[in-house]
């Protein structure tokens, strides 16, 4: 039952300040991404907006962590950021309030994902902005990809995900 995943009893802050508890999505299969506004990978958000619409009506959502953890690359605050999303790639996906998603302050969401989903060399480390990590409606994470791995390339697996039950 998805209602058991640690990741569900996570709460986030929202961009405009309200705590959301991810419970919220249980059943639903999600994106989970950390972005910057000022980097080179920054334009995924087009990409990430285009899932979002072809597939949020069958239960999927993206769900984007601002990280200033990466070259001063997020140095905005929480309303520069919702502006510069939606005046640029018309975000309508839920978008978070920074955190960090490395070292001791990282965001419990960061955690969980990192321990259940290493990277290459089995490192935990997120090494850039716009790592991406895909869960599933029973909040198990399905897969970790790279900054440089176009969100559109996740298509086929986003599909056969909600596909199941």
């Not at 972005?35 to 072809?54: D, I, M, N, V, W």
């Not at 939606?86 to 070292?103: C, L, Q, T």
């Amino acid at each position: 039952m998805a209602e058991n995943s640690p990741l569900y009893d996570i709460t986030a802050q929202k961009l405009d300040g309200q705590p959301l508890k991810l419970s919220y999505f249980s059943g639903r299969v999600l994106l989970i991404v950390n972005t910057a506004s000022k980097c080179g990978f920054t334009p995924q958000y087009g990409a990430l907006e285009q899932l979002y619409r072809e597939f949020n009506p069958r239960g999927f959502e993206v769900l984007a962590f601002p990280s200033n953890q990466f070259g001063n690359q997020e140095p905005g605050s929480a309303a520069e950021i919702a502006a510069f999303c939606e005046r640029n790639y018309g975000v309508s996906f839920p978008v978070f309030a920074k955190v960090d998603v490395n070292g001791a302050q990282a965001h419990p969401v960061f955690r969980f994902l990192t321990a259940a989903r290493r990277g290459f060399f089995g490192t935990r480390r997120i090494l850039w902005n716009f790592t991406k990590f895909l869960v599933d409606r029973e909040g198990n994470v399905m897969g970790r990809y790279a900054p440089n791995t176009d969100p559109s390339k996740l298509r086929d697996m986003i599909d056969l995900l909600l596909k199941k039950p």
